[in-house]
């Protein structure tokens, strides 16, 4: 009988510290690791003899699903966006899909609010000056008193409008499953559109899946209605943004 051999691409899980190298080194299993996200080629390099796939980012088309199985058992997302992966696929085929909601929320949380104190006190320009020898001073702005508008109240969102409320900054929402103790308790304003998101706010941040009505989402159209000097925060997925239009 074969040892059980797993593909480990996700390199969050590789990178953060923590019991889980320890619990998943533990079970005997031979892990192969590789540092994604991989592409479709590369996945289609390396699948075949594996039994699990703990992945991240990777492209895993039906191509990857039909090269991997039948020896895959399941594939196990590291995060809770699928996108990149062929789910219609995986169902036909019956190769169970999991993920881990909850998993990143504060992280990626905490990251939106860095690029956003970044961006507010021009972080980068002033640091590459510094470096240069060239001691340029530069105004920032406060955020408090701002209005932030939060696009997709789930977990990650509502850690964002925490720590908004955190630094006295207005928050308004929307969500299509709209959390009204949630909202009630952190005085969060829900909105009835998203357009009311780019009208009125000074900071919009994006923590919504992709799907066909968020794809390209910020475009021509959306971004002509925004405020003048407004600042955009994605931290969902790239699709969602029409950069040319930016």
């Known amino acids: 009988m074969n ?4 593909l480990l691409t996700t ?12 619990l998943l080194e533990s079970t005997g299993i031979e892990i192969v690791r590789e540092r994604g996200p991989l592409s479709e080629e590369r996945m289609l390099e390396l699948v075949g003899d594996f039994d699990a796939i703990l992945c991240g980012d990777d492209l ?15 594939l196990s997302k590291y995060g809770i966006g699928v996108d990149k992966i062929d789910v219609k696929a995986a169902t036909e085929m019956g190769i169970p899909l999991s993920f881990c909601p909850g ?6 949380a905490e990251h939106t609010f860095a690029l956003l104190l970044a961006l507010v006190r021009n972080l980068l320009e002033i640091a590459n000056a510094t470096r240069a020898g060239n001691w340029k001073r530069l105004t920032g ?12 109240l789930g977990r990650i969102g509502k850690e964002v409008a925490i720590r908004a409320k955190a630094f006295g900054m207005n928050v308004i ?10 909202a009630a308790a952190h005085d969060i304003m829900r909105v009835p559109s998203m357009a009311e998101i780019f009208t009125g706010s000074d900071i919009i941040s994006l923590h ?24 955009l925060l994605n ?5 969602v943004v029409n950069t040319a239009d930016l």
């Open 141 to 152: 702005h406060e955020i408090m008193g701002k209005t932030i508008g939060i696009v997709g």
């Open 235 to 239: 931290c969902s997925r790239g699709e």
């Open 208 to 231: 919504t899946n992709l799907t066909e009505e968020t794809r390209d989402m910020i475009r021509a159209e959306t971004i002509a209605i925004m405020k003048d000097g407004v600042i």
């Open 11 to 22: 390199t969050s899980y590789q990178d953060i510290p923590g019991p889980h190298h320890e």
């Open 173 to 182: 929402g929307f969500d299509v499953y709209w959390d009204e103790a949630f």
């Open 60 to 74: 895993i088309s039906r191509a990857v699903l039909e090269k991997a199985a039948p020896r895959l058992k399941i």
């Open 3 to 6: 040892p059980v051999r797993i």
């Open 103 to 108: 998993v990143n929320h504060t992280t990626v």
